[in-house]
Each structure stands twice: as C-alpha cells, then as structure tokens.
C-alpha cells in the first residue's frame, strides 16, 4: 500500500485515511465488577454493539481509505527489534521486576500476539501465588481501544502521543505509537509533548480533547482527561514553530462522564457550522474559554473569551452553531448530549457521520440544511456522497453510545485534505 503523509490542518478536510479498532473479545471480557476499572459505567453486548459498528466502518470505507489497529500492530511487531521494543515498555509499564511473568509475555508467537495484547493475556496458574489470585489476566483487556481518537492525535504533518488520565489505556498509547512510527505505511514524526515538557509530573492530554480547526487555531479541553499541564505542554511544543498559532481553552466539567471530553460537546461540522452543547458551550459562565496567542515561539496575549463561538469570531471564522437535542427543550438536551448527541465526525465540509438515535440532534441537522441517509443505504449504493452537497449518515448507536463516545471517539485520522478557507 502506499504511502501516506500525516496531514491535519483543520478537523473538516476532505479525509484521506482513518485508524479505527474494531471491538472484540476485549469489550466481552468486561464484567460488571470490573467495569468501573475500565472506566465503563455499564458493559456492552458485542453482539449488538458489532453490527452497529459494522455500518459505521461500512460508511467509512465507502469514503475513505481505512486502516485497522490489530492488523497494523500485527504487521509492524513481524520485525523483532519493534516487536521487542514495544513488549519491553509494556512489561516495564505494567509488571516491572516480574521477570518470569515478561519472558511468558515474550514468548507468545507472532501469530496471535497482537489480538492478545489488546484483548487481553489470561494468567498462568502455575504456582500457588497466581493459583490463589482472584486476579483472571496477566494483561488486561483494553475494552476502550475502539475508541481510537484518545491515544494519540495528529497536528499538522505531526503525530501527538497522548498521555492518558487513566493508567489503564496507557497500553494503547504504546502500541499507538508503535504503529504510527514504525509501520511503513506511515513512518510518523512522533511527539510526546506531556513526557517532553511536563516538570510536574501533572500532565495529562488525549485526543478527544483536541481539535484542529484551522492551520493555525488550536481547540483543547481541559477536564478529566487534560489537564492545564497538559496543554501547557502542547504549547510549549508548538512555541518550537515559525508563526502564529491560537490556542482556545474550554473548561469541561469533571462529571457527568459525559463531559469528559471536548468532543461530547463541540464538534465542526462544516466551515461555517459546528455542532455545540448550548448549556456548557453557550450558557455556561462559571467554566472559562481562554485564548492564548503564540507568535514565532513568544506567547504574547492570554485572554478569557465569552466562549469558543465568539473568540474563533475573532479569529475570522463565524460558525453557525447547531443544537444537540434541539433548541427547545432542556431535558432533551441532556438526554441526548448523554448519549453522544454532539460527537459528529466530518467526512468532509458539510458531510458528517453520527447516531440517529439522537432524533432532535438529528432534526436540528435537518433544519440547517444536512440531507438525512442511513448508513445502510450509503453501504447498499442506494445513496452516494456525490448526490448530496451537506448530508448527515446516520448509525443506529443504540449500544456503541453505551461506552460513553460517539463517531468522533471512534477515529483517529492520520490525512485530510487541506482547506480553502
């Protein structure tokens, strides 16, 4: 396969290729006593949740080329020095100093160890310390890897390795990283700005939080998952950059856990639209939007903006925001900010992909003048992209919406198309 550069300039370009993981046997081995650990409130049924996720994966490869963690990981880990590398860092992060247990890990064979470093290695019974462990697996499943907008992110021709909140999915940033660097479809510039800038040992960033709207305007939440730290590290990267770049800070509420990224409620749906949770993104006055100004390595201004409409206003770019859950009604609102309602994935400007479950989120689309097509008809042929110039695709995501992340969660985009603004 060819070749693709890393290239994100703006979170709507006309997308080129996508990392997408899809759930296995790592969501069925969630019990309900390990859900917590896991950061699910619930366990999922894969055999529902799957055909959901079949539709979307159905979409984007109608669109797109599209790139499947397992079989990345399992191709680049064919060359022993990665393959070593990366089992070396997992054990060091995970069972350092149980050397019987890492040699155990090592010598799963090639065939199968990329599925079980995500879906998880069962422990060896075979002494009495690991016979009387309550404990099932040596290597936990990593159920929230179809999430794969978290470990890591693209900024420009860059690939950003994220410093996870929680020490559970720290696993998928190595592997992530793995693959994005070594694979050489990709051959990434990988940064880890968190491990390169942080003195605090306080850092934390993952991608839902970052949005790329312009070449030269930054979005990042700041909330569970990213903290202040965190983004200072990112700024501190990009003061390393010629030019001017415009950092827009939202506070994020730490609960519900459906505020726990930027994402659950703004999304850039088009140049001059962008789907918002009015009550936080709008309404809200106690969690500060903030812009920060770098200028060829200086920051120059820190200010606090009304709110991220007005300050990218200022900036040139006037949005046109559209309502999750429709403008009316306030529980509506809510129940469906709950269930993803704000997370849309741009295809390209005014083509987006999200849950039809969110049927006011949906009509408001409709309002603002996105056609409605179900994915099946756009997998079927019954529908094409061409047909439509502003269109919503819409998935069931009845059950995927359950893990707490929508379209957007659901990609890590690698190339898009440079805007014409």
Request: charged fraction near 25%.
């Amino acid at each position: 396969m060819q070749k693709m550069n890393i290239n994100i300039n703006s979170d709507i370009g006309k997308l080129n290729g996508v990392i997408v993981h899809l759930p296995g046997a790592e969501v069925e081995n969630m019990t309900p006593e390990n859900a917590g650990r896991a950061l699910y409130s619930d366990i999922l049924n894969l055999s529902i949740a799957l055909p959901e996720y079949q539709d979307f994966i159905g979409v984007l490869k109608k669109f797109t080329t599209v790139f499947e963690v397992n079989d990345l990981l399992h191709e680049v880990i064919k060359n022993h020095e990665y393959r070593n590398e990366l089992l070396q860092l997992i054990c060091k992060n995970e069972h350092s100093g149980d050397v019987d247990l890492c040699n155990y890990i090592e010598s799963i064979g090639d065939s199968i160890l990329a599925k079980n470093l995500i879906q998880g290695i069962e422990m060896r019974k075979d002494n009495l310390t690991r016979f009387i462990d309550d404990e099932r697996y040596c290597l936990h499943p990593l159920p929230n890897f179809f999430f794969t907008r978290d470990a890591s992110f693209a900024i420009g021709d860059e690939i950003m390795i994220s410093k996870m909140a929680n020490n559970v999915r720290d696993r998928e940033t190595l592997i992530m990283e793995t693959i994005l660097r070594n694979h050489p479809i990709f051959n990434a510039k990988t940064i880890n700005p968190v491990n390169n800038y942080d003195k605090t040992g306080k850092g934390t960033i993952e991608g839902g939080d970052v949005i790329v709207v312009r070449e030269d305007i930054l979005l990042v939440g700041s909330g569970d998952r990213t903290s202040t730290q965190g983004i200072d590290s990112v700024i501190e990267h990009l003061k390393t950059k010629k030019g001017s770049h415009h950092i827009i800070i939202q506070e994020l509420p730490f609960k519900p856990e459906s505020f726990i990224h930027l994402d659950m409620v703004f999304t850039l749906l088009d140049k001059d639209k962008c789907m918002i949770y009015e009550p936080l993104i709008i309404n809200a006055t106690k969690y500060l939007t903030i812009h920060i100004a770098v200028d060829n390595g200086k920051v120059v201004s820190i200010k606090e903006e009304k709110n991220i409409i007005s300050a990218l206003t200022k900036l040139g770019m006037e949005l046109q925001p559209v309502v999750c859950g429709g403008k009316h009604d306030q529980i509506i609102m809510e129940r469906e900010q709950w269930q993803s309602g704000a997370n849309f994935f741009t295809l390209e400007p005014g083509k987006v992909i999200g849950y039809g479950r969110n049927v006011n989120t949906i009509e408001a689309l409709s309002k603002s003048g996105f056609d409605i097509v179900h994915a099946k008809d756009i997998i079927s042929g019954k529908e094409i992209f061409e047909d439509h110039k502003k269109m919503v695709v819409t998935i069931d995501g009845n059950e995927l919406s359950r893990g707490r992340g929508g379209a957007r969660c659901m990609t890590m985009p690698v190339s898009r198309e440079n805007v014409t603004w």
